[in-house]
């Protein structure tokens, strides 16, 4: 058990909608991490934040967006929703900022009809 | 865009015998950072190398660095049907900026 929890597990949706993935870090991680895990494209990077400020920011759309709660909790919104933006979402934490070894959650499998 | 490429990106082998996977990346590093994952499960950090490190142990893993050819290997020694799984190398560049940078995995199948 890596201590990062994420939900949903599953989740189906449309086209055109909107979701919110949460995650919980392990305790005492002040960073968080959320990746996009897809056949094509494979593990990609979408937004780092530590201790409720934004760090850095990978490959993501403009129609998705985040943030990290003074409880350290982050949430990932994703909206207008399309077929290509099925995928798993992972989130992982570390206790900083840099580069350090980073404990992921189990995923969100997010399925777009 | 990827940072690392393994290389193979599927091997199968038998219980018993050694598995060498190996990775290349484009730019300079900080560390590199070695991760397994299971059939849709999350990662699970292995081993981390710094870019002043040549080579680290840590029970049957062993990894090197040659931060010149800007390549890294991971090598299970004596592998188990458990070893089953698809590993990912992971570069860093330091700073604040923790966000690491993946290949696209070696599926590594070990046969009983």
């Known amino acids: 058990d890596s201590g990062v929890t994420q939900t949903p597990k599953h989740l189906i949706t449309a086209t055109g909608q909107r979701v919110t993935l949460r995650c919980s870090p392990r305790s005492g991680d002040l960073s968080v991490y959320w990746y996009q895990q897809s056949l094509d494209q494979g593990l990609q990077f979408l937004i780092q934040?530590?201790?409720?400020?934004?760090?850095a920011k990978g490959n993501i759309l403009e129609r998705f967006s985040a943030q990290q709660f003074p409880d350290l909790h982050s949430e990932l919104n994703l909206s207008s929703l399309e077929l290509g933006d099925s995928a798993l979402y992972f989130c992982a934490s570390s206790p900083a900022q840099g580069a350090q070894p980073q404990h992921f959650g189990d995923g969100t499998r997010l399925s777009i009809l | 865009s990827q940072q690392g490429e393994e290389d193979p990106q599927a091997l199968s082998i038998q219980e018993g015998e050694n598995a060498t996977m190996n990775c290349s990346y484009k730019?300079?590093?900080?560390?590199l950072q070695w991760y397994r994952q299971n059939s849709g499960r999350g990662l699970v950090h292995l081993i981390l190398i710094r870019s002043n490190e040549r080579e680290k142990h840590s029970g049957r893993l062993r990894v090197t660095l040659d931060t010149s050819k800007k390549s890294s290997s991971l090598l299970i020694t004596a592998s188990r049907a458990a070893d089953t799984a698809s590993y990912f190398c992971a570069t860093g560049r330091g700073g604040s900026q923790g966000n690491l940078i993946f290949g696209k995995g070696t599926k590594l199948s070990v046969k009983p």
């Open positions: 934040y530590y201790n409720g400020e934004e760090r």
């Open positions: 730019t300079s590093i900080n560390n």
